[in-house]
């Protein structure tokens, strides 16, 4: 079991930065790969980006690369979500997950969830 706390979201100006972290619980963190997703009002939950477990793989949504960064601190189990340039469109409810093995874009390949950290990117 893996157990998830979202922190750092808040209300932030267009073309500011947030850096979002995620605790993790459980001795065996190393082993999962980790993503972070987002759900908007009304609109399926995304991809945002996804490390893998040693932190040497990165992947990122088209809408977010060169703007956030994901990086991952196995020694604290936390991984981060730096979020620079945000933009209204960044506005949801951002959500880390993990997932035993590989990364992923694809949401439904996730075992656990955190609650969720709400962004608000105010124009």
């Known amino acids: 079991q893996v157990q998830l706390v979202e922190s750092g979201g808040g209300l932030v100006q267009a073309g500011g930065s947030l850096r979002l972290s995620c605790a993790a619980s459980?001795?065996?963190?190393?082993?999962?790969?980790m993503g972070w997703f987002r759900q908007a009002p009304g609109k399926e939950r995304e991809f945002v980006a996804a490390i893998s477990w040693r932190g040497g793989n990165t992947y990122y949504a088209d809408s977010v690369k060169g703007r956030f960064t994901i990086s991952r601190d196995n020694a604290k189990n936390t991984v981060y979500l730096q979020m620079n340039s945000l933009k209204p469109e960044d506005t949801a409810v951002y959500y880390c997950?993990?997932?035993?093995?590989?990364?992923?874009?694809?949401?439904?390949?996730?075992?656990?969830w955190g609650q969720g950290t709400q962004v608000t990117v105010s124009s």
């Open positions: 997950a993990a997932r035993y093995g590989l990364s992923s874009r694809w949401y439904g390949e996730y075992d656990f």
């Open positions: 459980g001795r065996t963190f190393s082993s999962y790969a």
